[in-house]
């Protein structure tokens, strides 16, 4: 069990008990994470939930912490050494005097050169977070929702403290090798992110800057409407000699997305990959399909996660 490996390798001076939430596994999970637990001389459980649905498992795991922080760590995700004692000196901080509810680390993906899809799926979420464990338990857990983790961001910041992110504290997480669960993948979380926005709304959010930040998830429906049926066939059409939608001042934009991503990409390089010496193997041709192919697949993917919303199709965890 890597993961396991991974948190017994923390550099965190701080005493750290490992949960595993067993989510009716039918394979040999919990029997080799148990194995791992005990090797590792970790202080480690495992609680088991029937319900499938990854709010019942944490929510079950989180019955049990006896702990002021909760840190939530997919199976499938492994840890830098310092990302831990990073992320906790974020959450446990009050800038301006404000109360810290939650926190967000940065992920990349582990596996980037495992096929074609991967260099374009270099970003994931929901996968290492912290909480306070009080906070969490105040807003009833993580609710009943494919978008949970969005749900409960927004529940945190509407009545309990600030949400926020630590780009140093870092994970490594898998992400889909093969396109169907990929866009699967990506389904699940368009169709999470119109729960969350109807379960909270923006509006509603107590603070102006949360007001803002949750109603930039308005726009995204229509950037995805955008890029599908507007971006798409212009390009095509300007390519075969019509500009009806697009012409040359509609090229620009293809510059500008790559001064905005290379300036990310350096950004990143300087300040998180060299602080953690870290070196990443470059991929130019990943690269360029991530400007080029990723947001065209995504934002068709995204319409399907919204049509499965709007006509209220069974959900899909998987």
């Known amino acids: 069990m890597r993961t396991l490996e991974h948190i017994a390798a923390l550099s965190y001076e701080g005493r750290v008990e490992v949960v595993v939430a067993d989510n009716n596994s039918t394979d040999d999970t919990a029997l080799l994470a148990d194995v791992a637990g005990e090797r590792l001389g970790l202080t480690y459980r495992r609680v088991f939930e029937t319900k499938q649905g990854k709010h019942h498992a944490l929510n079950t795991a989180l019955a049990t912490v006896t702990t002021p922080l909760v840190v939530t760590v997919d199976a499938d995700t492994h840890l830098q050494q310092q990302s831990l004692t990073r992320l906790v000196v974020r959450v446990t901080s009050t800038p301006q005097g404000q109360h810290v509810s939650a926190c967000a680390a940065a992920l990349v993906a582990e596996n980037t050169m495992a096929t074609f899809v991967n260099p374009h799926a270099a970003v994931a979420q929901g996968a290492f977070s912290a909480y306070r464990t009080s906070d969490l338990r105040a807003v009833g857990g993580w609710p009943d929702a494919i978008g949970e983790d969005i749900v409960l961001t927004w529940s945190m910041l509407g009545s309990r403290g600030l949400v926020q992110y630590e780009p140093v504290a870092l994970g490594f997480t898998v992400v889909p090798e093969h396109l169907d669960r990929l866009l699967s993948q990506r389904s699940r979380w368009a169709r999470g992110m119109l729960e969350g926005l109807r379960i909270h709304p923006p509006p509603k959010q107590p603070r102006v800057l949360a007001k803002l930040v949750a109603g930039i998830d308005y726009l995204v429906p229509a950037l995805d409407i955008g890029v599908i049926f507007f971006w798409v066939p212009g390009v095509i059409l300007f ?80």
């Open 239 to 318: 390519l075969f000699g019509y500009p009806l939608i697009f012409g040359w001042w509609s090229m620009l934009l293809l510059p500008i997305t790559l001064a905005v991503f290379g300036f990310l990409q350096r950004w990143q390089a300087r300040h998180v990959f060299r602080t953690l010496d870290i070196h990443p193997q470059p991929d130019k041709r990943g690269f360029l399909g991530y400007l080029f192919a990723y947001q065209v697949l995504i934002s068709a993917a995204a319409l399907r996660g919204y049509g499965q919303y709007l006509v209220g199709s069974g959900r899909r965890w998987q």
